[in-house]
């Protein structure tokens, strides 16, 4: 059966977005005058950008994101993150392409068919997302809620930007006689100053495997390249191969350091998930970019899995800048959406630097 999932946390109660007359007659407007005027309100804003309609949310703090509305890419998150006037930093790593809509990185939706007859890749090739509603609270939180369609399947993605947080959710519902299996995750693409001071924290304990991530249409290495092995150099101290895909181990150490080449899904083994009692993977981990002083937390809901993984040298080709690739995800296990049901899954990114 699938997870059916209330989107609330004690501090963040994502907006409900409106499902009045907009959920009977989705809109089809794409152009950003048509969006701006039946949308567009204080702190959201609808413009173009190399022929790619994106909306732009700004809350009272300064905080912004941008979103790319016909692939629900999410480019661009600069919160304020320091007391400053200016003090706000771009944390998503975007590499742009040679057209508006297909930038890599940044955070993006990953639904990938996971049936028995042969994985057909992206459920969202070929499809558009529209903007279905918009919601606001005295613009310290704003909301921009997408829609589309993909075989039996109607999804919903919401973003909501906060003060000192963003959160992205997605809602498949299949309304097929079938059911869909499905792999899932919410990829964020994370910008940090200095290779060697990048690192996550509160994954101890924790199982993890060495594993591709997901194909997807944002990401930035390929399966196949975020498994390929790195010469850790002359003075690669305390370096440590990866194991070999499959092989179990328990994070032992309070703080995993990102500066070498790794592709890991944090999760309980698929055979531990068949007991009645096993060991999950936290809710919540932390980013640290220590070149900026810079922490961020990472919140999972719906998602059995935690996928990181880091370039290592690799990064040299994008630019001067490092980044990880880490979110919630179905991996492992795939999710099974029954006829009828819904499954729901989400990611919030939240940060106290300004305390």
């Known amino acids: 059966m699938a997870s059916l999932l209330p989107f609330s946390l004690p501090k963040l109660n994502i907006i409900k977005a409106s499902s009045s007359s907009t959920t009977a007659t989705a809109t089809t407007l794409s152009t950003p005058e048509s969006l701006e005027d ?20 700004t809350v009272r703090n300064g905080s912004s994101l941008r979103l790319q509305i016909p692939n629900a890419h999410v480019t661009s998150y600069k919160p304020k993150v320091f007391w400053k006037d200016d003090g706000f930093e771009e944390i998503l790593y975007t590499v742009p392409g040679g057209g508006g809509a297909d930038s890599r990185g940044g955070i993006g939706l990953v639904l990938n068919d996971a049936s028995e007859s042969g994985s057909k890749g992206s459920l969202l090739s070929g499809s558009e997302w529209t903007v279905k509603d918009v919601d606001s609270d005295a613009i310290d939180a704003l ?10 399947l109607d999804i919903t993605y919401v973003i ?18 079938k059911a869909v299996t499905l792999t899932s995750a919410i990829l964020s693409h994370l910008r940090s100053k200095k290779r060697a001071a990048t690192a996550i924290q509160g994954l101890q ?3 993890y495997c060495t ?20 010469d850790p150099g002359l003075f690669a101290f305390f370096y440590e191969p990866e194991k070999k895909p499959g092989s179990w181990t328990l994070q032992d150490v309070p703080i ?20 009645d009692v096993y060991n999950t993977p936290p809710s919540k981990y932390e980013t640290i970019d220590q070149g900026r002083k810079l922490f961020f937390r990472v919140i999972r809901m719906g998602y059995e899995d935690i996928y990181v993984s880091s370039p290592g040298s690799f990064s040299q080709k994008y630019g001067k800048d490092y980044f990880i690739c880490t979110g919630p995800a179905s991996m492992l296990v795939p999710v099974v959406v029954n006829p009828g049901e819904e499954w729901r899954g989400a990611q919030i990114i939240e940060h106290d630097n300004l305390t």
Do not use: D, W
């Open 38 to 57: 039946k949308f567009g309100k204080k702190g959201i804003k609808f413009l173009e950008s190399n022929n790619t309609p994106f909306v732009e949310l």
């Open 143 to 152: 909301q921009v809620e997408l829609s589309c369609t993909a075989g039996t």
């Open 160 to 177: 909501t930007l906060y003060p000192v947080s963003i959160a992205t959710a997605v809602i498949v519902k299949n309304t097929g006689r």
């Open 205 to 207: 304990s924790c199982s």
């Open 211 to 230: 594993h591709p991530p997901l194909s997807s249409p944002f990401e930035i290495l390929s399966p196949a390249e975020a498994m390929k092995t790195e």
């Open 256 to 275: 995993t350091i990102l500066k070498h080449k790794l592709s890991r899904v944090y999760a309980a083994p698929p055979k531990e998930r068949l007991k």
